[in-house]
């Protein structure tokens, strides 16, 4: 068993830090943003994407005719892992969940007109699968899809759409085909988003960052945007959802938030007394660097089973995602209760404890646990598909 990466992967984590380094940039990478500095949100953020594109780096695993390199998933883990540590944004809906699907599934139109622009990042995506009252079931969606001619109206509404505020183009689930069972009677489109009938309003996140509402009011698609055949979006999105679920939580920011913790408690004094000699203190930081031990092990081990190839390892994402979250969530509550009342400041307030970090990132950490699939859900899916145990719902 061989738990270490080869030469060449790590040749490519040195070339990736080179790159981090020449392109160091305070408005780009921002750590304070934990999980959401993935978003490319920004023009400078979009800039530096760009730049990456023009490395190679990102569809580094498409296709060589889809103009990628064929390369394994491994260089985008780490590639995605790096720039997490630092907070800067990641390749994510893009190159992952739109530019693999039309490549597997979508027309040859869909392939011409979206995947070089994703190569080269001249294109932002939101993804709009989550509505009032479908959250953990999707597949309850009701957006509805009407027939128009040779295209599709589209009436109702989204919630929880991230990005929307500043993506081009929508990947949004509706309903085409309401006498189907719920699960085949969801097709993918995408539309644009300054499409006539399109109204965002932003929702606040208790982390400081933003999604939103999308309202659909007659919104018009033509039959050429609907993403593969009719009534199997909701295979499409499960399918993309595995894949998201692993490259949207990334490790390397948990372990840099440990890291903040540990340097913490070596150096600082509570009453007199050095923090890293209260046994209480000891045992709470021992049982997090173990934790942090186990969930860098799952990460690996979906890295691991992703390169054997086939169907998508479900169990394994579900598995990292609800441990790595949760634990996320452990440090931050650890953090506030070594560091005690100081840990309140506000991020980035002067003279705060580790900058303030504990108290942004005890906020945020809580949206971890919830998009991309709630701990509850991750615990359904290993349940059933790793145990086979019976449905609950
Ligand atoms: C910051 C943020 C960004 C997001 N971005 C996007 C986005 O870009 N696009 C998008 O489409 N969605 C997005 N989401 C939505 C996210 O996927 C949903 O919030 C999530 O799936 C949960 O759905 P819900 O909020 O409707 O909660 P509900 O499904 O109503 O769940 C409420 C609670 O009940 C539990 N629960 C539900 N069903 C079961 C069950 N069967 N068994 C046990 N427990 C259950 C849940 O775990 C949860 O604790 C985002 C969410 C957040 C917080």
């Known amino acids: 068993m061989n738990f270490e990466f080869s030469d060449t992967e790590q040749e490519f984590v040195a070339r990736v830090e080179r790159f981090i380094e020449a392109n160091r940039d305070d408005d780009v990478m921002d750590v304070s943003r934990e999980n959401m500095s993935q978003l490319v949100d920004t023009p400078k953020r979009r800039a530096f994407m760009r730049k990456l594109g023009e490395a190679g780096w990102l569809g580094m695993t498409w296709p060589k005719d ?21 907070g800067a944004p990641q390749i994510g809906k893009g190159v992952g969940i739109v530019g693999k699907t039309i490549m597997r599934h979508g027309s040859e139109k869909l392939k011409r007109e979206f995947l070089p622009k994703i190569l ?12 009032p009252q479908a959250g953990s079931d999707a597949a309850a969606m009701a957006l509805k899809a009407t027939r128009d001619g040779d295209g599709w109206r589209l009436n109702g509404q989204k919630i929880f759409t991230t990005s929307a505020h ?34 965002v309003t932003h929702m606040p996140t208790i982390g400081d960052e933003i999604t939103n509402m999308v309202f659909l009011d007659d919104v018009y698609v033509g039959n050429d945007y609907m993403v593969g055949e009719r009534g199997k979006g909701f295979n499409y999105i499960s399918e993309a959802l595995d894949l998201e679920r692993f490259t949207m939580f990334t490790f390397s920011p948990i372990a840099k938030r440990l890291e903040l913790l540990l340097d913490y408690v070596a150096t600082e004094e509570r009453d007199g007394q050095p923090l890293r000699e209260d046994p209480v203190i000891r045992k709470t930081i021992a049982t997090l660097v173990t934790e942090t031990e186990v969930a860098r092990v799952l990460g690996l081990r979906f890295v691991a089973a992703s390169l054997r190839g086939g169907a998508p390892p479900t169990v394994e994402a579900s598995e990292y995602k609800l441990y790595a979250t949760e634990l996320s969530r452990r440090i931050a509550n650890a953090s506030m209760d070594v560091i005690g009342p100081g840990s309140q400041l506000r991020v980035h307030t002067e003279g705060s404890p580790l900058d303030g970090r504990a108290e942004s990132t005890y906020r945020y ?9 709630a701990s ?11 145990l086979g145990l019976p449905k609950n719902f």
């Open 66 to 86: 889809y103009g990628g390199q064929d390369e394994s998933g491994v260089y985008e883990f780490l590639l995605n892992e790096q720039l997490a540590a630092v």
């Open 120 to 131: 080269n990042n001249d294109v932002e995506f939101a993804v709009g699968y989550s509505e």
């Open 166 to 199: 500043f993506a081009e183009w929508y990947w949004v689930g509706a309903r085409t085909d309401p006498d189907a069972p719920k699960h085949k009677g969801i097709s993918l489109f995408l539309v644009q988003m300054n499409s006539p009938g399109i109204t």
């Open 365 to 373: 950490t809580v949206i971890d646990t919830i998009g991309g699939g």
């Open 376 to 386: 509850e859900i991750q615990k359904n899916i290993i349940a059933r598909r790793k």
